[in-house]
């Protein structure tokens, strides 16, 4: 990592509050470069909380536009951080009307030359690519990191149309917690204590939404970029990694964006901004491929970035198995077009005769962090113990030559159930001599979704039927001497939420199913990418104070034998301790767990506990946040139990319980 100091510009950094419609003002950071010229603006507009969660990230990259000639603008969503308002859902209209107002307002600025872009990695990301759906006249490009377009079947709810359990569970535990966070006075004033009580009145869990919306309906329409891919009218750097979730959607919007205005980037990364550094690696200097796309798009600069491939992506040599890699071996390579001239779908049929498959419910617990942040136990182990409990069929790599794929696989099954609901989860694996297998990528699909996300039929008892789903993207390249493995399993727990009555599977047969792989010609062009080295601004000089106390395992899987149970117990490590230069001691402790019976499908249970405290000692300001969310299950539905407990000191502010009955539908 290349620490930058010396820049084009020298910068300020000021704090503003910026004026909505409705009398609400959103809290904002502002660094800008030092000049009488106006410049363009860039905005990352996130509910993270500016002046503490994010500060570490932001200081790395918003002095780095500025200088270089930007004005770099972070903004605190409504009811989050020191903004004012209520929080609101995910991605709301609310959000986005407010997101439309502030491009406008920056574009007003004296400081400003018209012209703004967007840019963020999630939440950011999504909302970046939202707002140029709504098509502010100053928005003139965006940056989207680990994002979707889709937020039905490829965001943190629901896969292949089940109730996505890992992240509907945690990610709303999550927002739960993070939406109780008090403003901080030091930047809010006086007023933050009555600020906080009226915000805390406004929070609701979000699962009550996310799990009353079991199909593709309105709901999800709303804000998903691919129900009008021509309304975006900004032009837009897509960015993912092949081991973050969303980096399907990069191959959707080089597939529908017009290629004079979208370009697509996938690396070997997890969940982060490519120049961290975070495993897995090779980290880029994305700044300076970022400050490309800007200098075109803001400045009117003809530097050749439309000049590269549409399409520049990673593919990974054949590697053993591990929950964390520092760099993956393989190569950059580019696609002029998409989809490729040079990727060819190869149907690999599947052999041999019917098989019964009824996995026992805790197949999935080797499946990984669902979100990978670069943590020691992100990755999925080896394979071997899921796959043995799944149906496998394998296909050899001869010759001297490697099986190369780019894109995404798909699955044709030929299925009979005895039940009306289930579920298949297919894997594909690189198995090496010596047996160790590796994951490369996965999918699912909740067969009431066969005939579309938007609708439950189910399945018609004792019939076969076909059902084609798609794996999600990949690079990958298969060494001779290997094997390819796809195994499909009838539970996948505790990614995929199981429904009443599928421990009894499904029968698989062969005859008519088969794998199809995006198989790519090699070409000589290949080894012709490359990036500079990652480099960023002078980091925040946050402290970390090292602890006495062991850490918790970050992934620990408990069996009880005797009841035949299954827990695993996660530590998502999102910050822990911290001390801030402006005195600020922050704390943050989470622990999920995830348990079920292996012949039980309906004994499935999460449940997130968070505590928070924010501490200012020079103001003897100390305000605790702490949570606990529950999901079980039965027959008919779903059971979601929550509270928050708000303090002061020692005194209760807030103290308030949710409980709630939602009726299963489909997921």
Known sequence: MIIRTDFPYATTREDVRIPLSDGVELYARIWRPVTDEPVPALLEYLPYRLTDWTAPRDRQRHPWYAGHGYASVRVDVRGHGCSGGRPGDEYDARELADGVEVVGWLAAQPWCSGAVGMF????????????????????????????????????????????????????????????????????????????????????????????????????????SVCEDYAAVGAAVLAVGGWHDPYRDTVLRLVEHLPPGRVRGLIGPWSHQYPDRGLPPGPAIGFLQE?????????????????????????????????????????????????????????????????????????????????????????????????DAKSACFEFPVGGDEPVEILGRPSATLRLRMDVPYGQVAARLCDVAPDG?????????????????????????????????????????????????????????????????????????????????????????????????????????????????????????????????????????????????????????????????????????????????RLHRPDRGWDARVETRSEISCDEGGFLTRDEVVCREGGEVLFHRTWERRLPRTAG
């Open 290 to 386: 970022t400050l490309r796309w800007w200098d075109h798009w803001l400045k009117g600069e003809d530097n050749g970035v439309l000049d590269e491939p549409l399409l520049r992506c990673w593919i990974s040599d054949s590697h053993p198995p591990a929950t964390v890699y520092e760099e993956l071996p393989g190569r950059w390579v580019g696609e002029r077009a998409w989809p490729s001239a040079s990727v060819i779908p190869v149907p690999y049929a599947l052999q041999g005769p019917p098989v019964d498959v009824a996995s026992p419910q805790h197949t999935g617990l080797d499946a990984g962090r669902f979100f990978p942040f670069g943590n020691d136990a992100d990755l999925p182990p080896d394979q071997r113990e899921e």
């Open 120 to 223: 963020g990695i999630s939440w950011g990301g999504f909302n970046s690519l939202q707002i140029a759906a709504l098509a502010p006249e100053a928005l003139k490009a965006v940056v989207t990191v680990c994002s979707t377009d889709d937020r039905y079947d490829n965001d943190v709810h629901y896969m292949g149309g089940s109730v996505l359990a890992v992240d509907m569970h945690a990610w709303a535990a999550t927002m739960l917690a993070f939406a109780s966070r008090p403003p901080d006075p030091e930047y809010a004033g006086e007023g933050w204590r009555e600020q906080w009580l009226d915000r805390l009145e406004g929070v609701e869990p979000l699962v009550h939404t996310w799990l009353s919306h079991q199909t593709r309906d309105d709901y999800w329409r709303h804000g």
């Open 436 to 612: 160790s297998s590796t994951l490369v990528t996965r999918g699912a699909l909740n067969l009431s979704a066969r005939h579309g996300r938007d609708r439950a039929a189910p399945w018609p008892v004792g019939a076969y039927e076909d059902v084609t789903f798609e794996l999600n993207g990949i690079g990958h390249s298969f060494a001779p001497g290997h094997r390819i493995r796809l195994s499909v399993s009838s539970a996948y727990w505790p990614w995929i939420w199981p429904r009443a009555g599928s421990e009894a599977g499904w029968t698989l047969d062969p005859q008519g199913s088969a794998v199809t792989l995006p198989v790519r010609a090699r070409s000589a062009a290949d080894g012709q990418i490359a990036f500079g080295a990652p480099e960023q601004s002078a980091p925040l000089g946050v402290v970390y104070p090292a602890t006495l106390d062991e850490p918790r395992p970050e992934r620990l899987v408990v069996r009880d034998v005797a009841r035949g149970t299954w827990r695993l117990e996660v530590d998502p490590r999102y910050g822990g301790t911290r001390v801030y230069p402006d005195g600020l001691e922050f704390s943050e402790d989470a622990v999920e767990v995830y348990e079920i019976q292996e012949a039980d499908a309906l004994s499935a249970t999460t449940r997130s506990e968070w505590r928070i």
